[in-house]
């Protein structure tokens, strides 16, 4: 092979190597923030919210877009196209999806057309994911008063409930093979269950197990990993079979923006791309830290020590990095580790609290 075909293969090598960047919300507030528990919902301070994506070395900072009323949570789809956030800018919670310069916005969830075709008084749509291949799209609908899961194509069309007659359900997450869902809620008292698609009777996987939050899959689609209102990790088959306490003494549900924060926002564990291992936040010292375990509840170990707390953590696509945020001041910002341990490195210095970021896949 020639020198330079040879530094071409390198240098081909190196840049497949390297994590893509990531798409992360972030929130201004007046003051304090400060939220509680209300009849029908959560009463908060109001936030305004922009999106923006980063390189995952820091560089190539962008907004994608501009700040308005609670733009948040977004998701790169995996053909590259598009940007999936949520937003009540329209009076009412919605799902969006936008080009990658933030022009094209359009509403994937119209509460209207939603309402007409499930047959369901929609008020809000919210809690999405996107399938592994990037065809599905979940979410939740509310009525004001109750929930229900919904899956529908990438683009919003075609929605259909997920187990109608359950009742209030959400915390939903599809299988890699779309096939089947996952999900959590009020209805029985936060026991996991799966339904096979397109409108297969929900089976219990956890009845013995009440509280279990935000359940998700193994790559392989064979093992619900989720933890419990105790603050530690689980895993389970996917036929129910075999449950498992992964850790034990993390003490770490939700993720707070401040002291005042009471009721806080579920903050789970994350599947590396692997399978093998799993990635959480527990207390140590008093101060939530990012962790790894492998899925099998062997090897815990502590991969940041973080005086701040630390949430929201995420394995790269390429498993070897992690993000999460931890607060500088007065708003927690964005942070990517080595999975292996060191130094953290801090991504961004913004007026403003980075709430939620994902990798591009």
Request: hydrophobic share 35%; charged share 20%.
């Amino acid at each position: 092979m020639r020198p330079l075909s040879l530094a071409l293969l390198l240098l081909a090598s190196v840049a497949h190597a390297a994590e893509p960047g990531l798409v992360f919300s972030v929130k201004t507030w007046e003051g304090d923030y400060t939220s509680k528990d209300v009849p029908g919902g959560v009463q908060s301070t109001p936030t305004v919210g922009a999106i923006y994506a980063v390189n995952a070395d820091g560089t190539g900072l962008k907004k994608i877009i501009q700040p308005g009323k609670s733009a948040d949570y977004p998701l790169a789809s995996r053909d590259g196209n598009w940007v999936y956030y949520q937003s009540n800018t329209s009076g009412s919670s919605q799902v969006y999806r936008c080009k990658w310069d933030g022009t094209g916005a359009v509403s994937l969830t119209p509460p209207a057309a939603l309402a007409k075709q499930l047959d369901f008084a929609v008020k809000d749509a919210y809690g999405y994911g996107l399938s592994d291949d990037g065809t599905k799209l979940l979410f939740t609908v509310h009525d004001g008063s109750s929930g229900r899961v919904v899956v529908a194509n990438a683009d919003g069309t075609a929605p259909a409930l997920v187990a109608p007659k359950l009742g209030y359900i959400y915390m939903a997450r599809l299988s890699p093979t779309r096939d089947r869902v996952v999900f959590s809620g009020p209805a029985r008292g936060y026991r996991l269950h799966i339904a096979a698609l397109p409108d297969g009777k929900p089976v219990e996987l956890t009845p013995d197990h009440p509280e279990c939050f935000a359940p998700q899959f193994t790559p392989d689609g064979k093992t619900v990993v989720f933890f419990r209102r105790d603050g530690d990790v689980y895993r389970v088959d996917a036929d129910g079979k075999n449950l498992k306490r992964v850790t034990k003494g993390n003490k770490y549900v939700e993720f707070r923006l401040s002291p005042k924060d009471a009721h806080g926002s579920t903050d789970g564990p994350d599947v590396s791309p692997d399978g093998k291992r799993v990635a959480f936040i527990a207390l140590k010292d008093g101060v939530p830290n990012v962790y790894v375990v492998d899925i099998d509840g062997a090897n815990k170990r502590q991969v940041t020590t973080r005086k701040t707390p630390c949430g929201r953590v995420k394995w790269s696509p390429h498993g070897k990095h992690l993000s999460f945020v931890s607060f500088e001041g007065k708003y927690p910002q964005l942070f990517v580790v080595d999975a292996a341990g060191g130094a953290p490195k801090q991504l961004t210095k913004l007026d403003g609290g980075v709430i939620f970021a994902h990798w591009k896949p």
